[in-house]
């Protein structure tokens, strides 16, 4: 013969005391703070001034110049138009990405995921930044630079990486292949 129930008792078996709340993962990351930032921004600035034909193009580019060693550049008649032919090789050791591409993809999913209006501002700072030191030279290119890169926070950058750059730019002949910078600076 079953138990009689008690009044206002529950049927069935008691319910499991609840869990504890999980601990949060890791402090989301803001691009000014993310190692691969610059080179979102690189892949910006490309897009934006019609360097790169696409997202992909561009991501590989930025990837080659950030994780590659540039191993031999040839001149000649194979080039077309003053193009320069070079080979490069991966730079080795520890958080370097495995391969070209799959560090393009990196920087294409990073683009994707910093497009908050305050990553874009970041972006668009820097971007900017890169397309000035790039195509620009005397003075009053690098005091936009600067400005540029201070108004997000990113002088020590600009004045490490972006002003040796310019520098060397500004030395060589106004004819000089365009060299890209050493982003790793």
């Known amino acids: 013969m079953p138990t009689p129930r ?9 319910p499991k005391p609840k869990a504890p709340p999980k601990k949060a993962g890791r402090k989301p990351v803001t691009i000014n703070k993310d190692k691969d930032g610059h080179a979102v921004s ?27 060693i540039e191993i031999e550049a040839q001149h000649g008649k ?6 320069v032919r070079t080979s490069w090789k991966k730079r080795s050791g520890r958080g370097v990405a495995a391969t070209f591409k799959g560090y393009a993809a990196t920087l294409r999913w990073k683009r994707k995921k910093y497009s908050d ?11 900017r930044a890169f397309e000035i030191a790039r195509t620009s030279r005397g003075p009053d290119a690098k005091n936009a630079v600067r400005a540029l890169a201070s108004s997000v926070g990113e002088r020590r950058y600009a004045e490490r990486v972006l002003m040796k750059w310019m520098d060397a730019r500004e030395s060589e002949s106004p004819n000089a292949t365009v060299r890209w910078p050493e982003l790793t600076g």
């Open 42 to 68: 690189l892949t910006d600035a490309l897009l934006r001034n019609g360097d790169a034909a696409s997202e992909n193009a561009a991501c590989l580019v930025a990837a080659t110049l950030c994780i590659g």
């Open 6 to 14: 008690k009044p206002g008792a529950k049927r069935g078996r008691p």
């Open 78 to 83: 194979a080039s077309n138009e003053g193009l």
């Open 117 to 127: 209006p305050t990553s874009m501002q970041w972006r668009q700072a820097m971007a």
